[in-house]
Each structure stands twice: as C-alpha cells, then as structure tokens.
C-alpha cells in the first residue's frame, strides 16, 4: 500500500511517501521557523497561511523524487490533531480533496500517534508492547503501547511540558526560538553543579509530570543572578529535566514489565536525555528506541506510516467531508 502523508499541525510542513513493502520512499520538511523567530513563538494565523504556500510544491516534491505517480496512490493520511485549527485545516482540506478526485481512501491520523509510531519506520523498530515517553510541543506524557491503537496513559504532565519548559527556560535566558536547541548548546558549556534546582514530583510516587515550578526556580534565578551565568544556569537546568523524564519513565517500565522504552517527540532528540537515558535503561535491562533525528520533529513521514497501518484495515473512499480536532486525546483512539 502506497500512502501519502500531509502534516500540518503546528509550524512545519511535512509531505512524504510510504510503501508497506518497501519502506519509506520519500519525505520533504519546511520549516516556518525563521518566520515565527522575530515574534518568539508560533504566530497561528502565519502558520496556517504559510502551510497554504508549502503543501502544494512539497507534494510534487516528494512524488518526483520517488519517481511516483498521483495515480500510484492506495491512500492519503494527515494530521487530523492536536494542534492549531488552522493549520490542521490546510492540511486536511488538500488530502480529503485530493482523495476524493483520485476515488481513493483518506485517514485522519492523530499527531501523537504518529511521533509514538515514528521510531518503526527505522531498519531495527521495536516489538509491543513497550512503554513510550512522549515529549512533543505542549505533552509530556508516558504511555503503555500493547498495539497501534492499543494505548494505556500512565502519566502526563499537570502542566507545563517538558518541550515547553525549554522553550520558555531559553527565553528567560535571552536565547532565540525554538529555545530547546539553543539552551542545550549552551549548557554544554555550563557547569551544572553550580546552582541546585528543584526536582518536581521525581519522587511522587506515580508517573505524572509538572515543570511549571521548575520554569519559576530558573525565572527566580535568573532575576538573583542575572545573565553573566547563563550557561550554567542552562546546564543546571537541562540536568533536572533530563533527571525527572529519565527516572519517570525508568519507572514506568518496571510498573509495566516491558524491557523497551520508545522516545518520541523533538526532546527526544536532546543529546544528554539520549545518553542518560541509554545509559541507565540499559543498566537496567531496558532497550531504548528513538526515531532518527530527522523524524524527532513534525514530519510527514510519521503520519504517512501511522496512515498506512489504519488504512489497512479502514479502506473507505473518501468524500469531502471532515473535521480537524485541535484537542484530541490519545487515549481514546481505537485500536487497528
């Protein structure tokens, strides 16, 4: 089955091809970050117009260089949410209507569900069931993956996420966005043992999640110290994060009694969270299993490969019909 997958859920447009025998064939990616730079964070409206502009030429992209055919289509996937209406909307409008002049299925795939299934697209992806930490945007959560479709929440965050206490870290920092590249290149440089920052609920006893206490701790020292430590404050920083996603989900493996952990979501591709992680699961017994940093991101690829493994079993013809759902939860998907 040759799918192709639209996203479109926040501030990146992502168009690729995916064949069930063959793998992924093809996959292109723009980037709005540059636009929304100057306004220090996703400006929606901008978003959703640029999405318009990029869809179409990726689209003829991602066909040239697999060599495919609109024709050749068995199906279409997207990202149906979470994320901002306005963009889903971009996204879903051109796959339901191209779906329907090609008399062929389309599936909304959820975002989440496509991050959590990313790292099978890779030449060793995991078996089920495993557990999956997911620190994408504004989620943080843990959950039990028995199948696709087959999804138990063990925790989440209360309320900052993990992605997001980056973000705004950088920004009391001075540092541009997207923040959470920028801090970790900074606190590279940063001695971590210099400050102590709190811990939030690392001992709590369940596997939930908050940063919004932490965000404070880095905004009380940043106003006591100013900027001249910024690096260290950086390091001191990323070192707590990394300790409560590290022991939660380490927890949550052995609450489950699976022996693999799967990372999704652009966190997951944070150099020290890999290798703490690594390190210590493996320790342990557990294998951890990432996407390949290009996939850590909003891609198209992670939906087109979630599309496929509903399109499987759901081959309807599409009609023009449809719906985005900018707050989807996760959980309440049904299972393939």
């Not at 020292?221 to 409560?244: P, S, T, Y």
């Not at 909003?298 to 707050?327: C, E, W």
Request: proline content about 4%.
């Amino acid at each position: 089955m040759l799918v192709l997958g639209i996203e479109s859920s926040c501030d990146e447009t992502g168009v690729a091809l995916y064949d069930s025998v063959r793998g992924l064939l093809a996959h292109a990616l723009y980037s709005q970050i540059a636009m929304h730079n100057d306004y220090g964070g996703v400006v929606p409206e901008l978003a959703s117009r640029d999405h318009i502009r990029r869809v179409l030429p990726l689209t003829r992209q991602v066909l040239a260089e697999s060599g495919c055919t609109l024709e050749a289509l068995d199906g279409i996937a997207y990202t149906q949410g979470p994320g901002l209406a306005g963009a889903l909307l971009v996204g879903a409008g051109m796959a339901r209507a191209l779906a329907f002049s090609l008399n062929i299925p389309a599936v909304g795939v959820h975002h989440l569900e496509g991050h959590m299934l990313s790292p099978l697209i890779s030449d060793t992806p995991p078996e089920f069931p495993f557990v999956a930490l997911l620190v994408s945007g504004g989620h943080t959560q843990l959950m039990r993956v028995s199948g696709v479709g087959r999804y138990t929440l063990l925790g989440e965050t209360l309320d900052d996420a993990a992605g997001e206490a980056f973000d705004k870290t950088a920004q009391l920092l001075g540092l541009g966005y997207p923040g959470g590249p920028a801090l970790s290149k900074l606190a590279a440089a940063g001695d971590a043992s210099r400050f102590t920052l709190p811990r939030p609920m690392l001992n709590s006893g369940d596997f939930d999640f908050s940063f919004s206490g932490l965000k404070t701790a880095v905004l009380t020292l940043v106003r006591k110290q100013g900027l001249d430590q910024a690096a260290d404050i950086a390091a001191a920083f990323q070192v707590v994060a990394v300790d409560v996603l590290v022991g939660k989900s380490l927890a949550a493996c052995a609450h489950s009694g699976v022996t693999r952990l799967v990372v999704a979501g652009g966190v997951g591709a944070n150099t020290h969270l890999r290798e703490r992680l690594t390190r210590e699961a493996a320790a342990r017994g557990i294998s951890v299993f990432y996407p390949r940093l290009e996939f850590c991101t909003d891609n198209g690829a992670m939906i087109a490969y979630a599309g496929a493994q509903r399109l499987a079993t759901h081959r309807k013809t599409s009609d023009l019909t449809f719906a985005v759902k900018p707050r989807w939860e996760l959980a309440t998907l049904d299972a393939v």
